[in-house]
Structures are given as structure tokens and as C-alpha cells.
């Protein structure tokens, strides 16, 4: 970004102009985190291509996707793995070449049947993506601007997530082909931008120079050697924290799952129309708000700004026990919505400030595992749950459990606090 850019930015209201001083790389990031983003096609039509289009079942479609989730675990773990081995952009080039091409595939094969199966390998190599780019990105942050600039691509990828569905909504019915090849040339672009015109600074068998013991701002971030068990064992916060992060995702997830069957209950066939305005609400918050709320949370400390998160998640959803008319339905999501931007634009400004720079991308891996076990546990446990107490019994459960993580991870702020404080 040019010198004139960014004085222009610094002259916007002190909310935008937070992002005028993020390193260079970050723009084409953004740019990257959009295009990926925006070109997701096929993750959110994939229960519609399977039973529309392959004329598979409800039950049947439904264990395909469970299995295209489960399937991204292990390219979770090794993802991180290889990243913290071989370096961010490596990781980064592979996975999402091989999704992309496998995506490709999908659009040129004679038999329909292997569908399913070249969406599952996609999958796992996607899942190999996350920790590398998280880690990418800490990598080119320091304590200082790192809330700032993760909030930017989290800024990033709900503008492009607000256009995809869009877009592969009109290619659905006729133009399927369409859907993967615009998925595939879209992360071959994204993943173009990045491998060309952002600065790796890790390397492969080698710490970069800026992450030398004496010139990294927080002490948690020098490099270790060792076993990753053993790394976590001396960073029990972290650990702690992370565990912590499953039970948000399993709170969170029951905006899709435990939502829609409590609007159906409530206000019968109007509730899908309802779910879809909730929806809206949820997607305008996320992208008009975050740059405002990170900026009038920048001073809190960013343990507590997760725990107000989960406060948040709690007083939301639980407002959905008393609410029976659709503006109270609306003021709710407004309030988990403004939870998620908090949880969202800190946890990984968090991991990032307390992981060694040479096992980081692992520690963000350990994340999506965490919060995926919790979206995965969510519909299993709560369908259980509901099938025996109703439906109306699930928000005081998301209440106490988002509120009783909320206290967990303030306490671990304050112990950390503390501990900073005797040296």
C-alpha cells in the first residue's frame, strides 16, 4: 500500500484508521482470506449436491458430511505439524493445490458416484490449511498490532463469505460444473497471491531472524525444542484455554442446529423465513461491527475479551427461552453475534502471544481440533438431549455451560495477570 493510502486511511474515523499501520503483507492477505472466502461454493450446497443431485437420502447425505468433517481432523494435525517442520507457505502451496485440484475433478468426472469421495479428500487436505495460515499470519504481527490485524482478515472473510452463498445459489440448478471450477480457480488465486506476494518468515529448520529470543515482545513466543506434549505441559493457560474453546464451539454451533427447530416449534412454517433473517442479522453484525468493537475493546486484556464472549454467547442463546416474538429473536443473535466477533478476533491474538514461534502452527492446529470436537459433539448430544427434555430445555443448558467457560477463562486471566505481575 502506498504512502498516500495510508495517510488517507490514518484521516478515517479512529476505528477504520487501525488498520493503516499493518505491515504490507496483511492487504494481500485480506485480499487472499476475500477471494478464498467468496469463492466458497461447494462446503455450504454439499447437502443439497448430495441429495438433489446424487439423489441420496437425508440419513445417507448426512453421514457423507459428517464423514467430510471428521475426514479434516488429521489434516488439522499433520497440517500443523509440517507447517511448524517445513514452513507456512509450503504447507499453504500443497494442501490447498491439491484441494483445488481434487475440486477440479469434481467438475470433469463421467461418474457421478465418486463425487463424494473426491469432496472428502478435499476436505482433509482443506483441513491442513487453517493452522498454516493462522500461523502465517502471527508470524508477520507482534503483540502490539496483532488484534488489529487478525480482525482484518476475520473482517476479510465474512465479506467474501457473504458473496459466495450468493453466487452459488444462481450456478446451483444449471450450472453446477460451475460451482467447483469456481471454487478450485478461486483458491488457486488466493493461494497465488499469497505464495508471490507475502514474505515467509519461517522457515524451513530455521527461526527467522525476527523471532530471536531478545526481539519478541512476549517471552511465551521464544522457540522451544521437544515433544509438542511437553510444550504444552509448560504452557497450561494455553492448554487450559483451548480446552476451554471446544465448549464455546459447542455452544455456538446451536445457532444452525438447536436455532432453526426452536423457530419451527415457536412460529411453525414461518420459521425457515425466520431462520433466514436471523441469518442476515448475524452476517451484517459480523461484517459492519467488527471493526468497532475491536477498537473499543483494544485496551481489555485478551483473556477477558473471550470471557465476555462467552457471556455473551450465554445471555444471547438463553435469551431464546423467553423470546416468542421475532424482534426479542433478533436482539438476541445481535447479542451472540457481537460474542462471536469478540471470541473470533482474540483467540487466535491469544494463541499466538503464548505458543513458541517453532511449534505455533501445532498450537493452532490444537485449536480447530478443539472447536471442531465441539461442533461435531454439539448436534449428536444436544439431539439426544432434546429428544427427551424439548427443545425449550436447551438454552438454560447453553446459558450455564457458555457462562460457566466464561468464568473459567476470566479466572485464567487473572492467574495469568498475576503471574506477569510477580515476574
Not at 489434516?75 to 502451496?93: E, F, M, N, P, Y
Not at 431462520?275 to 471493526?291: D, R, S
Request: aromatic share 12%; proline share 5%; with cysteine.
Amino acid at each position: 500500500m502506498g504512502l498516500g493510502n495510508v495517510e488517507r486511511m490514518k484521516r478515517l474515523p479512529g476505528f477504520l484508521a487501525q488498520y493503516a499501520d499493518l505491515p504490507r503483507e496483511f492487504y494481500v492477505l485480506f485480499l487472499a482470506r476475500v477471494i478464498n472466502a467468496a469463492g466458497n461454493f461447494v462446503n455450504p450446497f454439499l447437502t443439497l449436491l448430495l441429495t438433489d443431485k446424487l439423489g441420496m437420502r437425508p440419513d445417507q447425505a448426512g453421514w457423507y458430511v459428517m464423514l467430510s468433517m471428521l475426514v479434516q481432523a488429521p489434516g488439522v494435525i499433520i497440517g500443523g505439524k509440517l507447517a511448524d517442520r517445513w514452513g507456512r507457505k509450503a504447507v499453504l502451496a500443497g494442501s490447498q493445490l491439491l484441494s483445488a485440484l481434487l475440486l477440479l475433478a469434481c467438475a470433469f468426472i463421467p461418474n457421478m458416484h465418486w463425487l463424494p469421495w473426491l469432496l472428502i479428500a478435499s476436505s482433509a487436505f482443506n483441513g491442513a490449511v487453517r493452522p498454516a495460515n493462522s500461523a502465517l499470519a502471527a508470524d508477520l504481527t507482534d503483540v502490539a498490532n496483532r488484534r488489529t490485524a487478525f480482525s482484518f482478515l476475520y473482517l476479510g472473510i465474512n465479506i467474501g463469505s457473504a458473496i459466495g452463498p450468493l453466487v452459488a445459489g444462481l450456478l446451483f440448478r444449471d450450472h453446477m460444473k460451475w460451482l467447483f471450477i469456481g471454487d478450485a480457480l478461486t483458491t488457486l488465486v488466493a493461494m497465488g497471491l499469497v505464495q508471490f506476494m507475502v514474505e515467509e518468515r519461517f522457515g524451513h529448520q530455521a527461526v527467522p531472524a525476527a523471532a530471536a529470543q531478545e526481539e519478541l515482545a512476549h517471552p511465551d513466543e521464544r522457540p522451544e525444542t521437544g515433544p509438542f506434549w511437553r510444550v504444552m505441559g509448560r504452557r497450561p493457560y494455553l492448554t487450559a484455554m483451548l480446552l476451554l474453546l471446544g465448549v464455546y464451539s459447542f455452544v455456538y454451533n446451536h445457532h444452525a442446529f438447536a436455532l432453526p427447530l426452536d423457530l419451527n416449534q415457536k412460529f411453525g412454517s414461518a420459521g425457515p423465513a425466520y431462520f433466514g433473517i436471523l441469518a442476515m442479522v448475524n452476517a451484517l453484525v459480523v461484517v459492519f461491527c467488527t471493526t468497532a468493537i475491536v477498537w473499543l475493546t483494544r485496551r481489555i486484556q485478551t483473556l477477558q475479551c473471550v470471557a465476555l464472549a462467552g457471556v455473551l454467547y450465554g445471555c444471547g442463546f438463553g435469551m431464546y427461552l423467553f423470546t416468542r416474538t421475532l424482534p426479542w429473536f433478533i436482539v438476541a443473535t445481535i447479542i451472540w453475534s457481537v460474542g462471536e466477533i469478540l471470541a473470533a478476533t482474540s483467540n487466535g491474538v491469544y494463541i499466538a502471544c503464548h505458543a513458541p514461534i517453532s511449534h505455533r502452527a501445532r498450537f493452532n492446529a490444537l485449536e480447530t481440533f478443539s472447536q471442531g470436537v465441539g461442533s461435531c459433539l454439539g448436534p449428536v448430544l444436544m439431539g439426544k438431549f432434546i429428544a427427551s427434555h424439548g427443545i425449550d430445555a436447551v438454552w438454560p443448558l447453553t446459558f450455564f455451560l457458555a457462562c460457566s467457560a466464561a468464568l473459567c477463562m476470566s479466572g485464567l486471566g487473572i492467574l495469568e495477570k498475576r503471574r506477569c505481575a510477580a515476574g
